[in-house]
């Protein structure tokens, strides 16, 4: 999507709260699109939705855990019900266990695979089911498997649903 495009669009970005979750959320409000900025630490949601602020765009900051399923079902609830519609939905919420595979303790591992896989299957299948969401742009989480790290790709193009994991 080309960057005059993005403009006034509403895009739903999980692990908005720090890294390349924060970076794309100020790069897309430079851009002029309007968004629902998701992650657990809501202080620091709070703090980016006012940066965001700044460039003109309207946001809400929406404090969710995406390895909680219903909490990803209420995400998609409250961006809908604040902009009435979703044009793009970034899965970018993801943590790493870093590590012999063997060494690192098993609610670590837990951890990755409620975050970056189901994290992302949720707020697929989610998104898939929105009407308000269907027609719209494309929603993207892509990592390259390259181990020890597990990759998913889970996408959501003009309502129809793609997901394929590698591991
Ligand atoms: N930085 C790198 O060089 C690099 C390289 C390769 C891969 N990666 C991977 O890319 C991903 C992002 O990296 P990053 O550097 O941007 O990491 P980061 O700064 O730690 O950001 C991760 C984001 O995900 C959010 N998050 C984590 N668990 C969550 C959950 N259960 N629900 C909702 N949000 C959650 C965090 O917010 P809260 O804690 O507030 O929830 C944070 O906003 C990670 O998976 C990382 O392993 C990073």
Same mark, same amino acid.
């Given at each position: 999507?080309?960057?005059?495009d993005? =403009?006034? =669009? #509403? #895009? #739903?970005?999980?692990?908005?709260?720090?890294g390349?979750?924060?970076?794309?959320?100020?790069?897309?409000a430079r &851009?002029?699109?309007?968004?629902?900025?998701? *992650?657990r630490?809501?202080?620091?949601?709070? %703090?980016? *939705?006012h940066? $965001?602020?700044e460039?003109?765009?309207? !946001?809400?900051? &929406?404090? !969710?855990d995406? +390895?909680?399923?219903?909490?990803? %079902?209420? /995400? $998609?609830?409250?961006?809908?019900g604040?902009? +009435?519609?979703?044009?793009?939905?970034?899965?970018? &919420?993801?943590?790493? *266990? /870093? +590590?012999k595979?063997?060494?690192?303790?098993?609610? @670590?591992h837990?951890?990755?695979?409620? !975050? @970056? /896989?189901l994290g992302t299957?949720y707020?697929? /299948?989610?998104?898939?089911?929105?009407? %308000?969401?269907?027609?719209?742009?494309?929603?993207q989480?892509?990592?390259?498997?390259?181990?020890?790290?597990g990759?998913l790709?889970c996408?959501?193009?003009? +309502? %129809? *649903?793609? $997901?394929?994991? !590698? #591991?």
């Open positions: 999507m080309a960057k005059q993005l =403009k006034g =669009k #509403v #895009v #739903v970005i999980t692990g908005a709260s720090s390349f979750g924060k970076g794309t959320a100020l790069e897309l &851009a002029q699109a309007h968004l629902v900025l998701a *992650a630490r809501a202080d620091l949601l709070t %703090e980016l *939705a940066q $965001c602020e460039f003109g765009v309207q !946001t809400l900051a &929406a404090p !969710t995406v +390895g909680d399923r219903k909490q990803v %079902e209420d /995400l $998609c609830q409250s961006a809908v604040r902009f +009435g519609r979703i044009d793009v939905w970034i899965n970018n &919420a993801g943590v790493g *266990a /870093l +590590g595979f063997e060494a690192v303790p098993l609610e @670590d837990v951890k990755v695979i409620e !975050t @970056d /896989l299957l707020g697929s /299948l989610r998104l898939s089911a929105v009407p %308000e969401a269907r027609g719209g742009s494309a929603h989480h892509g990592l390259r498997a390259r181990p020890p790290h990759a790709l996408f959501v193009h003009r +309502g %129809e *649903a793609w $997901c394929s994991r !590698t #591991v």
